[in-house]
């Protein structure tokens, strides 16, 4: 494996670790409460700028995603669609370009 690769994977793990740390600690200090974090998403003009921004992010990586999936026929790469959704950018993205890096037979 190369070291791009190795890159690409430990930001992959750093992207779902670090921000789902913040997350849960959130969640568990406000008793799973999802309705008080969305909320929080648009408590003042810089927060929901950064929420949008990375809506924005995702549906552009999401569309790249599939686009290129159905070209390169790598369609392991779909998995990054929904870690994309559920943790984030920060993991979709460098784990679609570990998946897109890796030789296709």
């Known amino acids: 494996m190369s070291g791009l690769r190795l890159t690409y994977l430990a930001l992959a793990v750093l992207g779902a670790a670090w921000p789902m740390r913040h997350f849960l600690a959130y969640l568990t200090s406000e008793g799973g409460s999802l309705s008080g974090m969305f909320a929080l998403w648009t ?16 549906t552009a990586l999401i569309v790249w995603c599939l686009a290129e999936t159905f070209v390169r026929r790598n369609w392991i790469a779909l998995i990054t669609i929904p870690a994309t959704l559920l943790v984030g950018v920060s993991f979709g993205l460098p ?3 570990f998946l897109r890096t890796r030789p296709i037979p």
């Open 95 to 97: 784990l679609y370009l």
């Open 43 to 58: 408590a003042n003009h810089a927060v929901t700028g950064l929420a949008l921004d990375l809506m924005i992010a995702a």
